[in-house]
């Protein structure tokens, strides 16, 4: 499934646990053409069928990036690496080692994700050190005479997390940093799970895009968003509104998830039951309060007396 989004770029559904509009992949097209994201390790069939039924063989991808490496942008990297021998591995310097050595990342990801990690996830396989390329913060990608993504070094929802900024479109791939919004649940929330979150780097990250006036934003969760400037805004403020409310539960020896959950339950019980399902299996309260609770105790110098530990990632 696929669909074009703005000149010579096209969008891909991954199908995370087959359903639809929750995580995306980009091909961004021309002479060397890069594709932005894999998803998981168990969309790979998807992707590759997206990508054959568009007629990309295997020479022909010239290179895949990845925002991240979190296994739902990036556990299917190894594989497609396979797939795509001639591809370039774009990905951000503190990532690179994991992809040629995943068993630490994985290993980490089962504790957060527990069975979902086999069930929904998958895991990583290996991608050759010799495809790899690490980029710097403001590198350019060539796709073609006149077109290059530039990359934007955007910590702060993970601390290998980068943005890629395509000169012809306009559009910004944004991964996580400004946050997830399914179309089907038209809800705009933060992504702050453990164990890199830290709010002033996530704002300077929304801060940094906005300053490029990118004529779309493209979510790995998913896809463009309306009026980009706009929801930036918004996603500066909603962040920081988890964060307060986060904090002061956190001060008071209160339970954050439960101040959350009060918070912002809310607005999602308008939402039908099925994207709903899908949203807090994305982006679930829980793990944001994890996040959240972790940057806390990290930053903050005294600690309320909330009797629930964090889990150490």
């Known amino acids: 499934m696929g669909s074009y989004i703005g000149p010579g770029v096209w969008e891909i559904d991954t199908l995370l646990g087959g359903w ?6 980009y091909l961004i097209e021309g002479p060397a053409p890069v594709l932005v994201e894999t998803g998981s390790q168990s969309s790979v069939p998807a992707l590759l069928a997206a990508l054959g039924d568009h007629g990309v063989a295997p020479d022909d991808l010239a290179g895949v990036a990845v925002t991240h490496i ?18 370039t591995v774009y990905v951000h310097e503190k990532g690179a080692r994991h992809l040629v050595d995943p068993d630490r990342l994985v290993s980490s990801a089962a504790l957060v994700y527990g069975d979902l990690l086999d069930s929904l996830y998958g895991r990583l396989a290996p991608t050759p050190s010799e495809q790899i390329h690490v980029l710097a913060d403001g590198e350019t990608i060539e796709i073609g005479p006149g077109r290059t993504l530039t990359t934007v070094d955007s910590p702060g929802h993970a601390k ?34 453990p164990a890199d979150f830290d709010l002033e780097q996530a704002v300077t990250s929304l801060r940094k895009f906005r300053d490029r006036s990118p ?18 805004e918004q996603a500066e403020e909603t962040l920081r509104h ?8 956190w001060r008071a020896g209160e339970d954050i998830t439960a101040a959350l959950e009060k918070e912002f339950a809310p607005e999602a019980a308008a939402i039908a039951p099925e994207h709903r399902r899908k949203l807090e299996t994305l982006n ?24 629930h530990p964090h889990t150490h990632y």
Request: no cysteine; aromatic share 4%; charged share 20%.
């Open 70 to 87: 979190h296994l739902d942008h990036a556990g299917g990297v190894g594989d497609v690496a396979r797939a795509f021998p001639k591809a």
């Open 20 to 25: 639809t509009r929750m995580t995306a992949g």
């Open 160 to 193: 290998h997390h980068l943005a890629l900024h395509d000169s012809e479109s306009g559009i910004l791939f944004a991964g996580d940093a400004v946050g997830v919004r399914l179309p089907d649940a038209g809800v705009l929330r933060p992504a702050t799970p």
């Open 284 to 307: 679930g309260i829980h793990s944001n309060a994890a996040g959240l609770r972790l940057w806390l105790e990290k930053t903050r110098g005294e600690r309320g007396a909330e009797a």
């Open 242 to 249: 988890w964060a307060e409310v986060a904090e002061r539960a």
């Open 215 to 232: 004529q779309g934003v493209a979510l790995a969760h998913y896809g463009l968003v309306p009026e980009p400037l706009a929801t930036l």
